[in-house]
């Protein structure tokens, strides 16, 4: 009897013991479901949550909404210059127009060249006499030049007002405008022409001489702009040379006016006087805007500032010395 209680005792122990461990895998394989759960559920909540964070990016920080006020700022101010250009093409253009409608048609002036040659009366025989002399080419209509740096004008400033505005205004943004430099080597030294004529400048030479230096002094301006790309100190040497290139053709017509009062009879009209009074200081004016816009000078220190002072300057120039050419010797 006693041996059989305890085969039962130990046959119970053993099913408990099989029972306990079947249950632990019950209980493990729980774990891990909830496990299991609790990962899709995470997860769940990840690739809902990614859109929002998409969606929150796409909202304007305030570093972007500064950025594009900066931005509009910046086209305000381009797209007011742009209209500039369009006025100052069309009053170029109405006054060039004007000039040739208004003035008459007889204004000519000689252009003549000079040359060596033997006089024949005075020359003995072995001993020629060798005299100057002189023979002229070519007669210019006044009128003709005064309307072609008023149309060089127009042409440039609705160039950069249309096909070449993205050009333009992306080299006021480095602070230059070669445009304006290639326009006034044309239109300025057109203009300084005109008042040599005026003064009594006809040798075909002297006139082209005086062309290529108010050219070569506008040009030392472009080439100013473009070097101080490069280097962080102004490039004063091209604003000096390009003074004293400007100064030479001043120089020329002083000389044959006062030649003119010194040897001759005097006859130069008083409005010529006035003109080259007037615009030698017009002319200086664009090199102080110069000096003032590189100096950063008070409103200057803006380069578009001195970008409308050079318009300015520019219509004002030539709408004098055109005006006062029409009532000396243009007008019916």
Do not use: C
């Amino acid at each position: 009897m006693a041996t059989t209680t305890t085969s039962k005792k130990k046959t119970t122990t053993k099913a408990s013991t099989k029972a306990k461990s079947a249950k632990k895998p019950a209980a493990k394989r729980a774990s891990s479901a909830k496990t299991a759960r609790k990962t899709t559920s995470k997860k769940v909540v990840k690739t809902v949550k990614a859109p929002e964070s998409k969606s929150s990016s796409k909202k304007p920080t305030p570093a972007s909404i500064k950025s594009d006020k900066k931005t509009t700022k910046k086209g305000t101010k381009f797209d007011r210059l742009n209209i500039w250009n369009w006025a100052m093409a069309a009053l170029h253009a109405i006054q060039g127009a004007a000039v040739l409608i208004l003035s008459r048609s007889d204004s000519l002036f000689p252009v003549k060249t000079s040359y060596i040659t033997q006089d024949t009366l005075a020359s003995g025989e072995g001993m020629p006499v060798l005299v100057e002399a002189q023979r002229t080419l070519f007669d210019v209509n006044l009128a003709y030049l005064v309307a072609a740096f008023f149309f060089l004008s127009s042409i440039a400033h609705l160039y950069i007002a249309t096909i070449g505005r993205k050009r333009y205004e992306s080299q006021l943004e480095k602070g230059m405008n070669k445009a304006r430099w290639y326009e006034y080597a044309l239109s300025a030294s057109v203009m300084m022409v005109a008042i040599a004529m005026l003064s009594g400048v006809s040798d075909f030479s002297t006139l082209i001489m005086i062309f290529g230096a108010t050219a070569v002094m506008n040009l030392l301006g472009l080439v100013m702009e473009v070097h101080n790309q490069t280097t962080q100190k102004t490039n004063w040497v091209s604003y000096n040379v390009g003074t004293l290139a400007g100064l030479g053709p001043w120089a020329v017509v002083g000389i044959y006016l006062w030649g003119a009062n010194q040897y001759g009879s005097g006859d130069i009209p008083t409005f010529v006087y006035f003109i080259f009074g007037s615009i030698f200081v017009f002319f200086s004016s664009f090199a102080v805007n110069m000096w003032l816009q590189y100096r950063g000078k008070g409103r200057w220190s803006e380069y578009l500032y001195g970008e409308k002072a050079y318009m300015v300057l520019s219509l004002v120039a030539k709408s004098v010395l055109a005006w006062q050419i029409f009532a000396g010797t243009l007008r019916p």
